[in-house]
T-cell receptor, first 113, second 109 residues
Framework: EAGVAQSPRYKIIEKRQSVAFWCNPISGHATLYWYQQILGQGPKLLIQFQNNGVVDDSQLPKDRFSAERLKGVDSTLKIQPAKLEDSAVYLC???????????FGPGTRLTVL | QQPVQSPQAVILREGEDAVINCSSSKALYSVHWYRQKHGEAPVFLMILLKGGEQKGHDKISASFNEKKQQSSLYLTASQLSYSGTYFCGTSNRDDKIIFGKGTRLHILP
């Protein structure tokens, strides 16, 4: 069974630029999560989808972050414009249902200069 | 409310035991444990869904004390492969999972 796929693996941008991350969850998993993990910290949930609907986005900085999950499968997370404090690893995870075991992708390491 | 993990870091020799604690100031519905090796994604260990529940596989087990709003992860006869950062995640019913800051475990040969 293929795992959660993410791209790109690494991205370096300058502040005020835009960036987008892509995630393909495990086939059949209805729930998809985007986390931000700053060095030395635990993952922080940004947004949670159930199929293509948003379950929770209370910690998503909506003035600069956006996410969508079209057709309830792939998802993209966008940052526009980026700030220095957005430097982090962005993890995508999926599970077969809410609050079940989450399978994490390899993450995208974002560096904002 | 982010759960508090203790200790922040542990150094053990292979074969020694370790306990990692996770406590919350809010009532808990479930506790989730993950391990993350350096540069890799977190990997699921176990979920505890009700007070008094205990789970384990191989030499890693966990307990959930609902009244005390805390959980403990037990690593018995640690192996080199156990090295990494352990995160607990807590949730209330119908709420998101909030992860702690992690406990770094380093096993020496």
């Amino acid at each position: 069974e293929a795992g959660v796929a993410q791209s790109p693996r690494y991205k370096i941008i300058e502040k005020r630029q835009s960036v987008a991350f892509w995630c393909n969850p495990i086939s059949g998993h209805a729930t998809l999560y985007w986390y931000q993990q700053i060095l030395g910290q635990g993952p922080k949930l940004l947004i949670q989808f159930q199929n293509n609907g948003v379950v929770d986005d209370s910690q998503l900085p909506k003035d600069r972050f956006s996410a969508e999950r079209l057709k309830g499968v792939d998802s993209t997370l966008k940052i526009q414009p980026a700030k220095l404090e957005d430097s982090a690893v962005y993890l995508c995870a999926s599970s077969s249902r809410n609050y079940n075991e989450q399978f994490f992708g390899p993450g995208t390491r974002l560096t904002v200069l | 409310q982010q759960p508090v993990q203790s200790p922040q870091a542990v150094i053990l020799r292979e074969g020694e035991d370790a306990v990692i604690n996770c406590s919350s100031s809010k009532a808990l519905y479930s506790v989730h444990w993950y391990r993350q090796k350096h540069g890799e994604a977190p990997v699921f260990l176990m979920i505890l869904l009700k007070g008094g529940e205990q789970k384990g596989h191989d030499k890693i087990s966990a307990s959930f004390n609902e009244k005390k709003q805390q959980s403990s992860l037990y690593l018995t006869a640690s192996q080199l492969s156990y090295s990494g950062t352990y995160f607990c995640g807590t949730s209330n019913r119908d709420d998101k999972i909030i992860f702690g800051k992690g406990t770094r475990l380093h096993i020496l040969p």
